[in-house]
């Protein structure tokens, strides 16, 4: 069956660093990628798509790379600040359906 | 524009009751969807729809059902509540265009049953 993992134990950064969390899929040919922020109590909110014919793209402090030889994908956040601090989703999917496979995310702690 | 709008917030129900949990978008989207989120486990998708009279189950369908009459709206019944349906449930939408198929998501429903 398909599936995906992100790390479950929080990541605790500082101030300023780069952040880097993973999302690694199995059993699994996406046509993209989604990473979402989820903050305690609320809603999951989009950031950004990833296609299987990009390596990279960008907006703003955030970066994403898919991989679709290792299967894998890696979300980044330069020059991190405590607002950062948040549950990060990763989700493989295909088509334009609203049929998502979410791995379980990574919290993500940025201390001053 | 509201976005997706999820009532109630917060909901207790007894054992082998029934509820709806109504959830509605104003954004004209094609797709919507139902997830339940549990310690440890993610997202979990229950039942999707892919338009006005169509729906399908996602991962776990049990014990849960859908309808969609209208764009708009897409609610999610429990027919005979269980603890093990104790979550909080995410009701999602998407416009159904390939060139952007991001979901939005409501602000979500917590559910205790006891």
């Known amino acids: 069956s398909q599936k995906i993992e992100q790390n479950s134990e929080a990541l605790n950064i500082q101030e300023g660093k780069t952040a880097t969390l993973t999302c690694n899929y199995t059993n699994y040919s996406p046509a993209y990628l989604q990473w979402y922020r989820q903050d305690p109590g609320r809603g999951p909110v989009f950031l950004l798509l990833?296609?299987?014919?990009?390596k990279e793209k960008r907006k703003e402090r955030l970066k994403v790379t898919f991989d679709t030889t290792l299967k894998q994908s890696l979300f980044h956040i330069t020059a991190s600040q405590p607002a950062d601090s948040a549950t990060y989703l990763c989700?493989?999917?295909?088509?334009?359906?609203?049929?998502?496979?979410f791995g379980q995310g990574t919290t993500l702690q940025v201390k001053p | 524009n509201a976005g997706v709008t999820q009532t109630p917030k917060f909901q207790v129900l007894k054992t082998g009751q029934s509820m709806t949990l109504q959830c509605a978008q104003d954004?004209?989207?094609?797709?919507m969807s139902w997830y339940r989120q549990d310690p440890g486990m993610g997202l979990r998708l229950i039942h999707y729809?892919?338009?006005?009279?169509?729906?399908d189950q996602g991962e776990v369908p049990n014990g849960y059902n859908v309808s969609r009459s209208t764009t708009e709206d897409f609610p999610l019944r429990l027919l005979s509540a269980a603890p093990s349906q104790t979550s909080v449930y995410f009701c999602?939408?998407?416009?159904?265009?390939?060139?952007?198929?991001?979901?939005?998501f409501g602000p979500g429903t917590r559910l205790t049953v006891t």
């Open positions: 990833i296609r299987e014919n990009e």
């Open positions: 729809s892919v338009g006005a009279g169509i729906t």
């Open positions: 989700a493989p999917g295909s088509g334009n359906t609203g049929k998502l496979i």
């Open positions: 999602a939408s998407a416009p159904g265009d390939s060139s952007s198929p991001e979901q939005y």
């Open positions: 954004m004209n989207h094609e797709y």
